[in-house]
């Protein structure tokens, strides 16, 4: 029998198969005229037009910028990749309490997702959890994420290695503590204790110094405490947060209550005040009703010179 014969030229069906991404299917509906998938695709082969992969029709946006970030913080906390034969799309769940926050995600994802988020449930310790998930179409820019957040291509368990420190900004900061955080007398994170050296590192490049305390033999939880590092770590996220989630801005125990009462006795004109009376340190400290290293530690954050500690350079008004 014989071959019948392209009805347009090499080119043209390069141009709407490798350009214009049209399928076989596709070619051979816009063709007409006895075109068929089979048809099309010998056409392909004898042009030496090569088969593009189903994960590049996708038309999605380049992993860099904030989306990036979003990546990096979203693998830090909540967020997973799944590796398929030649790609690899990303996913999450949460409870279905912060579906909004699933769905900021999902938005700055864009046309990396192609359907609305679906409604999950999970068992764990015999309670039942409603929640929704989303996931990206696969694509093969997400390979190299895969295999620097996994030790094994196939199953593995996430890891942090030490050049994932260098793509954390603010904004990838923020949504590690969105997934992993939670707000109590300090902002924490909780993170897995293999990680915690890369964690430490990642915290050192924004110049904070968080406590570490194990809670479980695989997991342990970053304390910002101290007001200085708590202070500087909020200031860092809050531009990033959503809506949505600013509650885990809010309720902080040492932010509020008889906390914010001190805080805000202890300014520099009441300190300095007290000092140009000739008030000692520790009746300083019973009138403010706080500690006297307290009042040593305010004196020092104002520059106050008081009389017990002349000669401390620490202690000198710049």
Not at 249 to 276: P, S
């Amino acid at each position: 029998m014989k071959a019948i014969p392209c009805p347009i030229h090499e080119t043209e069906l390069d141009r709407l198969y490798t350009l214009e991404k049209l399928t076989d299917a596709q070619i051979a509906e816009h063709l007409g005229n006895g075109a068929t998938v089979k048809r099309v695709r010998t056409w392909r082969k004898k042009a030496g037009i090569e088969t593009v992969p189903r994960w590049d029709r996708h038309e999605v946006l380049p992993i860099e910028g904030k989306l990036r970030s979003l990546l990096v913080g979203s693998m830090l906390g909540d967020g997973g990749l799944v590796r398929r034969v030649h790609a690899t799309h990303y996913q999450e769940v949460h409870m279905a309490l912060q579906r909004p926050y699933l769905e900021w995600k999902a938005k700055m994802w864009g046309s990396w997702v192609k359907a609305d988020l679906m409604p999950v449930e999970w068992v764990k310790k015999e309670k039942t959890y409603h929640g929704f998930r989303f996931h990206t179409c696969a694509h093969e820019s997400l390979n190299p994420w895969r295999d620097m957040f996994y030790d094994d291509r196939a199953k593995g368990s996430k890891r942090l290695l030490p050049e994932i420190v260098d793509f954390v900004d603010p904004f990838a900061l923020a949504v590690w503590y969105l997934d992993d955080g939670y707000a109590g007398w300090w902002p924490d994170i909780t993170t897995a204790t293999v990680n915690r050296p890369v964690a430490e590192q990642i915290f050192a490049k924004f110049g904070l110094t968080p406590r570490w305390q194990q809670v479980k033999p695989s997991t342990g939880t970053f304390h910002m405490e101290r007001e200085d590092t708590a202070n500087e770590f909020l200031a860092l996220i809050r531009p990033h947060v959503p809506k949505c989630m600013d509650y885990k801005l809010r309720g902080l125990g040492y932010n509020t209550g008889r906390n914010n009462a001190i805080k805000r006795a202890l300014d520099g004109d009441t300190l300095q005040k007290l000092v140009d009376q000739g008030t000692p340190i520790r009746q300083m400290a019973t009138i403010l009703g706080v500690g006297g290293a307290t009042i040593d530690r305010h004196l020092r954050k104002h520059g106050i010179q008081h009389p017990r500690l002349r000669g401390n350079p620490k202690h000198r008004t710049p």
